[in-house]
């Protein structure tokens, strides 16, 4: 049943923390205490609180094995955030130089499924060559103390240009250990339908950037191998579904036509071709319509526009109703969608947080079962949702 999406902002009442129990509580956790908001919603009632504060354009968040968080600003810092979210002051040293233009910069950050052993950090960044043309990179580092060393590019776009829009970029690591990286089409839409082109496709690469034998266009005249999946607009949202383990994305559509799809070895989703958007300004179609044999249909889309960004699946104990639901932060809408699944049908959509906090840039679930939320702005912040009655 669709949400009454008005519900949750109703629900939001600021909390005051007492002031005595400030006295048991360390600097972070007292100016978190402060900072909190209780929402009721649909399916549980909890407790949004502001962790760190003062980070300029979070745009990605990872867990270290031992709760830390490392945490990438869009203008080229890579910070490192305590369990408690105490922001430790000085960004890591060692992160590649970005181009932090229009929408590019430092991007997505990841860790290495075996970091425990091998201390790898992985990011995505918008960089340029000397003629000022820039396009989506990927680098891997070693995490030494706060530093990033043997910093290594183990992969480079060929979709440049001197446009400030559409560089995507999630990182997602599959089971098998492959690396899928997410890539707008740096918008010029023509590219999103070439094989020659990386522009508006997703590529999947071995941790060390070489090429998996059993990519879907391996061998094929004219196409890059890497590629994954194509006809994608700006893909800023992947995730792992947590029993299929299939690569689950959204992507911004233009003026409407926000899309969740499944995004599969060889497949073609459409963009410029069929979209549900429609051209800035004029509202014009764009392309033959909203469907084309052999071009994959979105499981949902949003018209108008939500702009998302980040997604997670929850699997957590922590919010027992929203086990198997899909979370999708918003940028333009300001809002935390919750979707609602059955199998590979979305049936349910819930916006929390409407207008509360500003744009969510991404949403993540930590080891602790909290949903974590960065809001990209000049003064963002990293946010925890907790169940209202503490546990």
Avoid at 164 to 183: C, I, K, P
Avoid at 223 to 235: F, T
């Amino acid at each position: 049943m669709r949400a009454n999406w008005l519900a949750p902002i109703a629900g939001v009442v600021l909390l005051v923390a007492n002031s005595c129990a400030h006295l048991r509580l360390g600097p972070a956790a007292q100016a978190a205490e402060q900072r909190a908001i209780r929402v009721s919603s649909e399916q549980a009632t909890f407790v949004l609180r502001q962790l760190t504060p003062g980070l300029e354009h979070p745009w990605g968040l990872a867990f270290l094995p031992d709760g830390r968080m490392l945490v990438s600003e869009r203008p080229g810092r890579l910070r490192l955030v305590a369990a408690d979210g105490t922001l430790d002051p000085q960004p890591l040293a060692g992160v590649p130089e970005v181009w932090a233009q229009g929408q590019g910069g430092l991007l997505d950050v990841a860790i290495h499924p075996e970091f425990a052993t091998n201390a790898l950090v992985y990011l995505s960044y918008a960089a340029a060559g000397a003629d000022g043309r820039a396009g989506t990179h990927v680098a891997r580092a070693q995490l030494r103390d706060r530093a990033l060393v043997r910093l290594e590019e183990i992969f480079a776009s060929n979709a440049r240009s001197t446009s400030g829009v559409h560089f995507g970029s999630r990182l997602v690591f599959a089971d098998d250990g492959t690396l899928f990286v997410t890539l707008g089409e740096r918008g010029e839409r023509e590219l999103a339908q070439r094989l020659d082109s990386h522009a508006g496709k997703i590529v999947r690469i071995r941790e060390d950037g070489t090429i998996p034998a059993d990519n879907p266009f391996v061998g094929r005249a004219g196409a890059l191998a890497e590629i994954w999946s194509l006809g994608h607009r700006n893909v800023q949202g992947a995730a792992l579904h947590p029993v299929t383990r299939e690569l689950w994305i959204h992507e911004h559509g233009p003026q409407g036509g926000d899309e969740i799809n499944i995004a599969r070895a060889g497949r073609n989703y459409g963009w410029p071709v069929v979209t549900f958007g429609r051209e800035y300004g004029t509202g014009a179609p764009i392309g033959e319509g909203t469907a084309k044999a052999g071009m994959k249909p979105p499981l949902w889309s949003w018209v108008p526009s939500i702009a998302p960004s980040g997604m997670t699946f929850y699997r957590g104990e922590r919010f027992p109703a929203w086990q198997g639901d899909l979370f999708v932060g918003a940028l333009r809408a300001q809002a935390l969608v919750r979707l609602e699944l059955e199998g590979e049908r979305i049936v349910g959509e819930e916006r929390l947080l409407a207008g509360v906090i500003g744009r969510i840039r991404d949403v993540r679930e930590g080891p602790d079962g909290f949903l974590y939320l960065l809001t990209d702005a000049a003064d963002g912040a990293i946010w925890r949702l907790e169940p209202a009655d503490g546990s």
